[in-house]
């Protein structure tokens, strides 16, 4: 039975990302920081999905969640960090403490989920993680450098990651979307996305279907042969 955690899935990418591979089959541990939003994500999906909120940065809350869906389908064969904020500022303007929190819910969390799962997998000789990180993360964003540098972080960790790991069965991949309509991104200022929209190849952001089906190929046995890849659903911002 295949058994998919996705983190950050209350709304936008993640949300979408569950119910994507709920329609192709898997059990979801649907997570989210805030409990209403998971609870109503699980709920959309039915009987083969369960919520489990919690702050992907602490350990105590990544055991419980978990802990939660082993209770509830078993093995996690599958994984998709995907939690993640954005905030806009100028260098000049981060704080400490800003920098801080963007590093320790997208990186951290990546790790600590990551960690909590993979001795299981590894024994199993079975698993797929993918990570969500950014287009901004390969080219740089201004008044974003935090979050570009945290995305560039976890495109590091997922090529790392899949040298140590894909002998034994695990396959480690990350997606790196360009501006996608959710609402992580239209917190960012309008006059950033105009301008963003009119650099782009395609001359629109992706919507989260699109970023879902991707993920869903990386989840699925068609994607064997990917290993330490970063993908890119990113109207062509990025070409590789």
Known sequence: MRHVIVTGAGSGIGRACALRLAK??????????????????????????????????????????VAKARANFGAVTHLMNNAGFVHQALFVDLTPADFDRMFAVHVRGTFLMTKAVLPAMLAANSGVIVNTASQLGQIGGVELVHYS??????????????????????????????????????????????????????????????????????????????????IGPNSGDVML
């Open 24 to 65: 192709d089959g898997y059990s979801v541990t649907v997570n989210d920081l805030r409990p209403e939003a998971a609870e109503a994500v699980a709920a959309e999906i039915g009987a083969k999905a369960v919520a489990a909120a919690g702050d992907v940065s602490k350990e105590a809350d990544v055991d419980a969640i």
């Open 149 to 230: 540098a945290a995305k560039a972080a976890i495109i590091g960790l997922t090529k790392s990651l899949a040298r140590e790991v894909s002998k034994q069965g695990v396959r480690v991949n990350a997606i790196a979307p360009g501006p996608i309509n959710t609402p992580l991104v239209m917190a960012i200022s309008e006059s950033w996305r105009d301008a963003k929209a009119a650099e782009l190849p395609l001359g629109r952001f992706g919507e989260p279907h699109e970023v879902a089906a991707a993920v869903a190929f990386l989840c699925s046995d068609e994607a064997a042969l990917f290993v330490g890849q970063t």
